[in-house]
């Protein structure tokens, strides 16, 4: 397995542009996240997805669009870069809790470093 | 609502020494808590997780994490650190139910000196 992946590790955009963050896992996982990493703040969640065709907001979602069409797929938008969205950003999966309440560990990619300038 | 505490940005140890990082959290619920380690340039791994069926959990590496209820804490610790521990960890609190939501601690870097 690859397990998941994220395309493409590096990117320089100049301000309004736009660009999709590709993220991938071949596990099965219902649950898939991007968050956001930068220093002295911890990884913050931007949006999340618990299966094909359902979103939602995370703790910090302006300025990005998600979908999921498919169960392997998650895919982050930046709809109009801004210097504010230089960071690293890292997607993940997981199992769902669902009935059994179990909370399963999130699975991470290496990472995409985003450069607004 | 939850929430993650880590006590210092940046541990330094000597090698050898003992490494312990902390973590205090908060949640509603009880909680579901992890360690990750990001070594430089890397993602995220799983160092070990607490999902209530004992209190002290073993990791890889030779890390360990003792959950206290009464303390609300999580510390991570390691009897003798090696110069290959040098990365950041992070703890991160989950609440359960269908959403599988993480919230992760501002990390602490760890140094290891010779």
């Known amino acids: 397995n690859a397990g998941v992946t994220q395309t493409p590790k590096f990117q320089v955009l100049k301000t309004g542009q736009s660009m999709t963050l590709q993220c991938a896992q071949d596990?099965?996982?219902?649950?898939m996240s991007w968050y956001r990493q930068d220093p002295g703040m911890g990884l913050r969640l931007i949006h999340y997805?618990?299966?094909?065709?359902?979103?939602d907001q995370g703790e910090v979602p302006n300025g990005y669009n998600v979908s999921r069409s498919t169960t392997e797929d998650f895919p982050l938008r930046l709809l109009s870069a801004a210097p504010s969205q230089t960071s690293v950003y890292f997607c993940?999966?997981?199992?769902?809790?669902?009935?059994?309440?179990?909370?399963?560990?999130?699975?991470f990619g290496p990472g995409t470093r985003l450069t607004v300038t | 609502a939850q929430s993650v505490t880590q006590l210092g940005s940046h541990v330094s140890v000597s090698e050898g020494a003992l490494v312990l990082l902390r973590c205090n959290y908060s949640?509603?619920?009880?909680?579901?808590l992890f360690w990750y380690v990001q070594y430089p340039n890397q993602g995220l791994q799983l160092l070990l997780k607490y999902t209530s069926a004992a209190t002290l959990v073993k990791g890889i590496n030779g890390f360990e994490a003792e959950f206290k209820k009464s303390e609300t804490s999580f510390h991570l610790t390691k009897p003798s650190a090696h110069m290959s521990d040098a990365a950041e960890y992070f703890c991160a609190v989950g609440s359960g139910g269908t959403a599988s939501k993480l919230t992760f601690g501002t990390g602490t870097r760890l140094q290891v000196t010779l």
């Open positions: 997805s618990v299966g094909a065709g359902i979103t």
């Open positions: 993940a999966s997981s199992r769902l809790a669902g009935a059994s309440n179990t909370f399963y560990e999130q699975y």
């Open positions: 596990m099965n996982h219902e649950y």
């Open positions: 949640s509603s619920v009880p909680p579901y």
